[in-house]
């Protein structure tokens, strides 16, 4: 089991800037590849961001690239998410998830656990 929670969400401005936190506990953190997801409201969850546990690999939604960054704290049990330049298009409510063992961390599927995530809501 992993538990996760979320900060860092809130309402700002187009162009601002947010840094959202996840906090995992109940398994060895450094051996967990983790992604972000987002949801707004009327669609579907969709890829963000992921980092590996192995070679601290990133991927990045085509969307998000260039303005996002992910990393990772292995020492603080935590992964987080630089969120620069924000867009209205960037609202929704922001998940943070842990990898089971399948291939492809852009795949909701490939998640094994999922927290209860934060809001984030970009104003034009």
């Known amino acids: 089991q992993v538990q996760l929670v979320e900060s860092g969400g809130g309402l700002v401005q187009a162009g601002g800037s947010l840094r959202l936190s996840c906090v995992a506990s109940g398994r060895t953190f450094s051996s967990i590849s983790m992604g972000w997801f987002r949801q707004a409201p009327g669609k579907e969850r969709e890829f963000v961001a992921a980092?590996?546990?192995?070679?601290?690999?990133?991927y990045y939604a085509d969307s998000v690239k260039g303005r996002f960054t992910i990393s990772r704290d292995n020492a603080k049990n935590t992964v987080n998410l630089q969120m620069n330049s924000l867009k209205p298009d960037d609202t929704g409510n922001y998940y943070c998830a842990a990898a089971g063992p399948k291939a492809g961390l852009r795949l909701r599927e490939s998640y094994n656990y999922w927290g209860q995530g934060t809001q984030v809501t970009v104003s034009s």
């Open positions: 980092i590996t546990w192995s070679d601290v690999s990133t």
